[in-house]
Structure formats: structure tokens, C-alpha cells
């Protein structure tokens, strides 16, 4: 099995409507992180948790709110969705101690079209 | 401010023909650089990473890259290219901070031909 899954793989929505992007992992990792990759831009981060009750905005974060349910679930919502926010998004995980520099897990990816 | 810069978005590339993708960055202190791999409808794998020491790194696949401090560049070299090595590839930088976020460039996209 795949220690970073992201539920759903791909998904179509409208203009307007709340959905929600799911990320799991069973790497026993602290932190985690959701990026959206645009042509062009590479990834871009969104928010990141250092664990269940730290969350904070990365650079792109407006028009998101995330969730860190446990320390193996971190949802990624969209209240109202936009078509600028068509993207690939990555959810990825990262162990804090100093040995592991902050290398990063990154899981398969969400296609969302946003209509 | 920090940033990456990948100047090539696409290269092209015989099989077994070499490689070499060029990675610059703009950072204070000294870097931690990172080199990813995007297969089509994959995620992102680590192909290697540099934190200290020797300025040549060997990552999987066959993948090296070398640091120089002074050109502030971290490029990724295969001496022989396959067709499955076909995929974008995207070098990074360890944020400042304790953000753990990491800073990524535009990404290459290579193309191999037969």
C-alpha cells in the first residue's frame, strides 16, 4: 500500500461548489503540506501542519481552508470553487528531526477541474 | 527572497545520449537542494537530495548532481539516458525558517526520442 494517498485521483466540479480534497498516510510523519502545481509554476504551497493543532497558511492559501483531523489526515477544502483553481494538487508528508532535512513524501496527486 | 529557477522547461534527448538539467537558486545561507522526478500521472519520488559535504551527490536511477556554491547551481547529470527516465523533473530549495515548506522551480519537462 501507499504510505501518501489523496482521495479523490480526479475530480470535475462546478463553479461554486464546496468540495473537499483528502490526503492520508501511514508514514507515521508530524508534518504535512498541500501544494497545487500549475503549468509553468512547479508547486506552490498552500498550507502546512506541524501537527493536529498547528496549522498555517503557505503563500497561495486564499480560497482554501484545510483540516488536520489526526495526525495522518490532512483535507484540503474548497468553499467555493473557482476556475483558477483547476490544478493538480499534492498532499505531502515530512518527519521533523533534524536528521531528515525536511526531506518530503509526496503522495500520487488530484486532478480537480473546476468548470 | 528565495526561488529556483529551472531555465530549460523542455529538453529532448536521444536514448543514451547524456543529460544534464540545470537547477540555479537564490539563497542566503547554505542550501538544502533536492532534485524530484514526475513520472506522467504520478506523484513526485526523490531522485536525491544535498545538505553538506561532497559536492557530487549519487541519487537512484543513476542520477548525480554536483553543487557549486559559487554559481549558486545544483544540476542534475545522467551519463546515458533510457526512454523510461522520460518524465518532469523539478529541483527544489529547503525554505528558511522552521516552515519545512520546500521552494520549487518550474519544473523540466524531458522528452527522450528513440
Not at chain 1, 13 to 34: A, N, P, V
Not at chain 1, 37 to 66: A, C, M, T
Amino acid at each position: 500500500d501507499a504510505d501518501v494517498t489523496q482521495t479523490p485521483r480526479n475530480r470535475i466540479t462546478k463553479t461554486g461548489k464546496r468540495i473537499m480534497l483528502e490526503c492520508s498516510q501511514t508514514k507515521g510523519h508530524d508534518r504535512m503540506y498541500w501544494y497545487r502545481q500549475d503549468p509553468g509554476l512547479g508547486l506552490r504551497l498552500i498550507y502546512y501542519s506541524f501537527d493536529v493543532k498547528d496549522i498555517n497558511k503557505g503563500e497561495i492559501s486564499d480560497g482554501y481552508s484545510v483540516s488536520r483531523q489526526a495526525q495522518a489526515k490532512f483535507s484540503l477544502s474548497l468553499e467555493s470553487a473557482i476556475p483558477n483553481q483547476t490544478a493538480l494538487y499534492f498532499c505531502a508528508t515530512s518527519l521533523e528531526r533534524a536528521v531528515s532535512y525536511n526531506e518530503q513524501f509526496f503522495g500520487p496527486g488530484t486532478r480537480l477541474t473546476v468548470l | 527572497a528565495q526561488s529556483v529557477t529551472q531555465p530549460d522547461i523542455h529538453i529532448t534527448v536521444s536514448e543514451g545520449a547524456s543529460l544534464e538539467l540545470r537547477c540555479n537558486y537564490s539563497y542566503g545561507a547554505t542550501p538544502y537542494l533536492f532534485w524530484y522526478v514526475q513520472s506522467p500521472g504520478q506523484g513526485l519520488q526523490l531522485l536525491l537530495k544535498y545538505f553538506s559535504g561532497d559536492t557530487l551527490v549519487q541519487g537512484i536511477k543513476g542520477f548525480e548532481a554536483e553543487f557549486k556554491r559559487s554559481q549558486s547551481s545544483f544540476n542534475l547529470r545522467k551519463p546515458s539516458v533510457h526512454w523510461s527516465d522520460a518524465a518532469e523533473y523539478f529541483c527544489a530549495v529547503k525554505g528558511s525558517g522552521n516552515t519545512g515548506k520546500l521552494i520549487f522551480g518550474q519544473g523540466t519537462t524531458l522528452q527522450v526520442k528513440p
